[in-house]
């Protein structure tokens, strides 16, 4: 059974940080490209983040760059996000994806909120 379990968003203040997690299971994650996306309300999904299945490549949205961090361990099946110096605009639910040319799977999102 094919799983992506996204987890560690919740409610913090700008300028805070934030680690998000996504395990996965059920598929040979090494061999998958990861990527975060985020989605605000009203809002088209937005790619955030991705990176190669060897982790040794990275890209980030314009909008996040050196801010946010994307990592892999894939001995743990795991990407990871690190979300530093958050703003209000960040604010959204964020998921997780697994992708190459045989599967292309998704979490369940985990909801990220900026505010004072």
């Known amino acids: 059974q094919v799983q992506l379990v996204e987890s560690g968003g919740g409610l913090v203040q700008p300028g805070g940080s934030l680690r998000l997690s996504c395990a996965a299971s059920?598929?040979?994650?090494?061999?998958?490209?990861g990527n975060w996306y985020r989605q605000a309300p009203g809002k088209e999904r937005e790619l955030v983040a991705t990176?190669?299945?060897?982790?040794?490549?990275?890209n980030y949205a314009d909008s996040v760059k050196g801010r946010f961090t994307i990592s892999r361990d894939n001995a743990k099946n795991t990407v990871y996000l690190q979300m530093n110096s958050l703003k209000p605009e960040d604010s959204a639910v964020y998921f997780c994806?697994?992708?190459?040319?045989?599967?292309?799977?998704w979490g369940q999102g985990t909801q990220v909120t900026v505010s004072s």
């Open positions: 990176i190669a299945s060897t982790g040794d490549s990275t």
């Open positions: 994806n697994a992708l190459n040319y045989v599967g292309d799977y």
């Open positions: 059920g598929f040979t994650f090494s061999r998958y490209v």
